[in-house]
């Protein structure tokens, strides 16, 4: 089932009546297409599905971060449908801080893993070999599936082994290393585990290629993922004036490193 569209916005600038900015960000309702510019963080209005998604995510997560405590020391409780995007973010960065990187993958691919039925990495890869149709297949998939979790995206033309299918994503600005701002997220949290669920658990090759900066991301179906240490995301620095959890002195972000 294809998940609800979402109305995406972006902050406009200062009033031109008054050449005064209000507290409260400005918006523009705009085309469902198109994410805000670089520098500006894109305003989502998500429907109940979307948030469902968010919360299952999000409350399977928790087991690897600990839930959050009120002031007075009580365990935060949230329904599914309580979660947004910006808690669902916050889940992902506890469960990084203190884990090595490779600790952090395999969170994630825990949590994958655990919100599939019995049985269906085995289906799947009989229901979806590697062939060029799967490829595309998936790919074509993934445009409303993932919509929620990136945002905006289009399946492209790319080339594999020498083939030209359209078996790639082209997400226009990931919603996700838009929101983190992290670097050690996109890669550790998003990147790596999921190249590794399709490639490793489905048996369907899948590359991915975030361009930090625009904060786009090429998915790639049917193109077997490098090593991290050969692959150029390993030599990625932070964003210092994004990221919370930041080192600017550092050539390459130490999340990459541990």
């Known amino acids: 089932m294809a ?20 507290r409260r960000r400005a918006t523009v309702r705009c085309a469902a297409m198109a994410p805000a510019p670089m520098g500006e963080k894109t305003e989502y209005r998500d429907g109940p599905l979307e948030r469902a998604f968010m919360g299952l995510f999000a409350r399977k997560m928790e087991k690897y971060a ?3 405590k009120k002031q007075g020391g009580e365990e935060e409780k949230k329904a599914v449908w309580d979660w947004d995007y910006e808690s669902f973010v916050d889940v992902s960065r506890r469960v990084m801080v203190g884990r090595s990187r490779a600790q952090q993958q395999e969170a994630v691919r825990e949590v994958l893993i655990s919100m599939l039925p019995p049985g269906a990495p085995e289906q799947f890869k009989k229901l979806f070999p590697p062939t060029r149709w799967a490829c595309e297949f998936n790919a074509a998939l993934t445009v409303p599936f993932f919509h929620w979790l990136v945002g905006p995206s289009e399946v492209v033309e790319v080339e594999v082994d020498g083939v030209k299918q359209r078996s790639g994503v082209l997400i226009k600005k990931c919603r996700y290393l838009e929101n983190s701002g992290c670097v050690g997220m996109c890669v550790n949290m998003c990147k790596i585990p999921t190249q590794s669920f399709f490639t490793d658990e489905f048996g369907l090759p899948l590359t991915m290629n975030p361009n930090f900066e625009d904060m786009s991301c090429e998915m790639i179906y049917g193109q077997v993922p490098p090593p991290l240490e050969e692959d150029p995301v390993s030599k990625q620095p ?11 002195s550092a050539t390459i972000c130490p999340k990459l490193q541990n």
């Not at 998940?3 to 209000?22: H, I, K, N, Q």
């Open 3 to 22: 998940l609800m569209p979402v109305e995406l916005c972006f902050a406009t600038r200062a009033s031109p009546a008054t050449g005064t900015v209000s």
């Open 66 to 68: 600990g839930r959050k």
């Open 238 to 248: 932070c964003y210092p004036n994004l990221c919370s959890i930041s080192t600017p």
